[in-house]
């Protein structure tokens, strides 16, 4: 697949420098891509109110098997991740890179990984944001929770689910 001039490989996270790039992508998909669907408070919400030092998140990263897309340059533009009972928490794009695929490429990876764990299915809350991508790339509405919350605040999203098949 192409992001623009450059073509973008999807591989795994690494802890020594990923950490700050994959943060910098979730906040600026957040505040650019998912502020349409989202009000202010909600997107304050929804990041949460994380300082400077990266070590829990880069901790959480390793420990969910992040998968980055990177950049011909070498920048990280999206990441995603897989739990161990199938769920994906993590599907972010940097906004100067999205409609373009990146998205698709990183799913498309984790359900290889799935199958090569023995999965047999995938799910995840989406954002409203996300909803249609991930009805694109095959899942479907399980629970809507219009009520979710963050924080405090209500950030409605969905539960979403996708069998996977043999191939
Ligand atoms: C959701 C997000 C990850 C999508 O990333 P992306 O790289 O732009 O998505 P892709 O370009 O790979 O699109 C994937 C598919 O969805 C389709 N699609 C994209 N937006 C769509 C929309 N609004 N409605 C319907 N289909 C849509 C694309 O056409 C593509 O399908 P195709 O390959 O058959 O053409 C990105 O917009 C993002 O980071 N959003 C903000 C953060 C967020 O909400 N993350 C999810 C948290 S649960």
Known sequence: MRSGDEDVTIGPYDP???????FAVYQAAIRRTAAKDYTPEQIEAWL???GGDLTGWGAARARARTLVARAGTGDVVGFT???????????FVHPDAGGRGVARALLTAVAAEARA???????????????????RLGFTVWADRPDN???????????MRCTLGPT
């Open 81 to 91: 991740d897989l739990l161990p009972d199938g769920l994906v928490d993590m599907l």
């Open 117 to 135: 764990r023995g999965l047999r299915e995938l799910r995840t809350f989406a954002s409203r944001t996300a909803q249609p991508v991930f009805e």
């Open 48 to 50: 949460g109110r994380r």
């Open 16 to 22: 020594t420098t990923d950490a700050g790039a994959t």
């Open 149 to 159: 919350t963050a924080r405090g605040v209500v950030v409605p999203n969905a539960e």
